[in-house]
């Protein structure tokens, strides 16, 4: 147990080390795309790709960092993305919001909000349709979570009972815009989400334990035949919609001092210093993480652009 949970929390830590090193070069104004921290959400990601195998198969959105690192991905091959450099993972033409990457089986991301949802179905009939034992997962926020597009695709895969988990990562805003703004009184996503023969389950998104352990009954529950599913996970994005600064003017529910109190790494901090590992294990720990991060960092600032002659390929407009 002791192994599992400092193994989570390196992954945690990386994601979070990534993406401070990513805003300080973002606030330095050399990132000229936009990019959506996942800092506060990680224990949503690791927790999620722990219950996976290596063959399955995952699909992000427009804040995917996290969960392109969780299920595998390459550091240097993101950070080279996030510069649009040529060894970028989609050749440096998408950035952060394109991730893919199917040497870890990333099929996917895309902006538009739950865009990937229809493609993560369809990505789930072939599962199926060929009878292979692997899943396919899709991430998306609240937001997206009231696009009409998702009731399609549970319909379908609930038709089809496809081996499709739908995580909604919860952060409670879309933009600035809180649940109550947004959905009527009553609104209940574990009633839609049955009433189209799918599975629910709602998670502590704060708390690795509690979404490793939901996402693994529901991912055991897939591999059974007896799919779709929806893993909701309760959580809260540290720093604004699309930047890193703290705007804490519309957070009401979610203030700085209750983001603090709940957060995810420090809490797998806590446990893991309960259980027995030093401060100083895991001081040193997180020192070798953040060193490895700059190096990376250091190596895209240093690769080259993809040359001028290859503007016009990869493109699919
Ligand atoms: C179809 C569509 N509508 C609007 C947008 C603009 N937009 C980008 S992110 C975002 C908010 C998304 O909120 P949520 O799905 O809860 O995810 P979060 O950003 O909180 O992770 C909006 C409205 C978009 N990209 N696509």
Redesign the pocket.
């Known amino acids: 147990m002791h192994a599992t949970l400092l193994k989570a929390y390196k992954k945690m830590f990386l994601i979070r080390a990534a993406e401070q090193k990513i805003a300080d070069h973002y606030l330095r104004n050399k990132i000229m795309s936009f990019v ?1 921290f996942y800092v506060g959400q990680e224990a949503v990601a690791v927790g999620v790709a722990d219950s996976l195998g290596k063959s399955d198969k995952m699909l992000g ?3 995917s960092h996290g969960h392109y690192l969780a299920k595998g991905g390459n550091m240097r091959a993101m950070m080279c993305e996030l510069l649009g450099k040529e060894a970028g993972s989609s050749r440096g033409k998408g950035g952060s919001m394109h991730m893919i990457d199917t040497s870890v089986n990333f099929v996917g991301s895309t ?4 865009g990937v949802v229809p493609l993560a179905c369809g990505v789930a009939f072939e599962q199926k349709f060929y009878k292979r034992k692997n899943i396919t997962v899709a991430f ?6 009231e ?1 009409g597009v998702v009731y399609e695709t549970l319909n379908l895969a609930g038709l089809f009972r496809l081996p499709l988990l739908l995580v909604v ?1 919860n ?1 409670l ?3 600035n815009s809180p649940l109550t703004d947004r959905r009527a009184r009553g609104h209940d996503s574990k009633t839609i989400v049955e009433g189209f023969g799918a599975k629910y389950m709602r998670a502590d998104g704060n708390n690795y334990r509690d979404v490793v352990k939901k996402a693994s009954a529901l991912t055991r529950y897939l591999r059974g035949g007896s799919g779709p599913a929806v893993l909701e996970c309760v959580t809260y ?1 540290h720093m604004a ?1 699309s930047a890193p600064i703290f705007d804490e003017s519309c957070r009401a529910e979610d203030a700085a001092e209750v983001r603090k109190a709940k957060d995810s790494i420090a809490r797998l901090r806590r446990e893991l210093i309960k259980s027995g590992i030093s401060e100083k294990t895991i001081a040193r720990t997180e020192k070798n993480i953040e060193q490895g991060v700059e190096k990376d960092l250091a190596y895209a600032i240093a690769a080259p652009l993809p040359k001028k002659e290859t503007l016009f390929t990869d493109l699919y407009v």
Do not use: K, Q, T
Request: charged content about 25%; hydrophobic content about 35%.
């Open positions: 959506h959105n427009h804040r902006p538009i909000l739950a998306l926020g609240d937001g997206a979570f696009e990562e952060n805003f879309s933009v994005r919609h």
